[in-house]
């Protein structure tokens, strides 16, 4: 099984926020009285994927490794004329040997035959 990911761009570390100072343009004392607007998010991140996402990759990993026993692997890709999600069926030498609809892709990945 293949995935095509376009790049992902580098994460620049950010510094910490400055605060004005009366020798900086566009300092007001109204500024310095009021808390510095933020324009960050707070984000809680699990320390781990909940069990139900861990559980259908292991299912997704163990289909992939029963469709390359079967000499197959599911290729997918986006046809750039509609912009729509081509599946492909592929043997392990990259022929293709069927497309099949991307919704039917998820329930061969769900254990459906192919």
Do not use: W, Y
């Not at 729509?84 to 990945?109: C, F, K, Q, W, Y």
């Amino acid at each position: 099984m293949s995935f095509e990911i376009g790049p992902v761009p580098p994460v620049q570390p950010g510094g910490a926020p400055r605060r004005a100072t009366p020798a900086s343009p566009g300092f007001s004392l109204d500024f310095a009285r009021t808390p510095a607007a933020r324009d960050t998010a707070l984000v809680s991140l699990p320390a781990t994927p909940p069990t139900e996402v861990l559980d259908a990759v292991g299912a997704a990993a163990a289909r992939a490794a029963e469709l390359r026993a079967s000499n197959r692997e599911l290729h997918f890709r986006k046809d750039e004329q509609t912009g729509r999600v081509i599946v492909e069926v592929r043997d392990l030498a990259g022929n293709v040997i069927r497309t099949i609809p991307p919704s039917h892709a998820l329930n061969v990945m769900s254990g459906a035959a192919l």
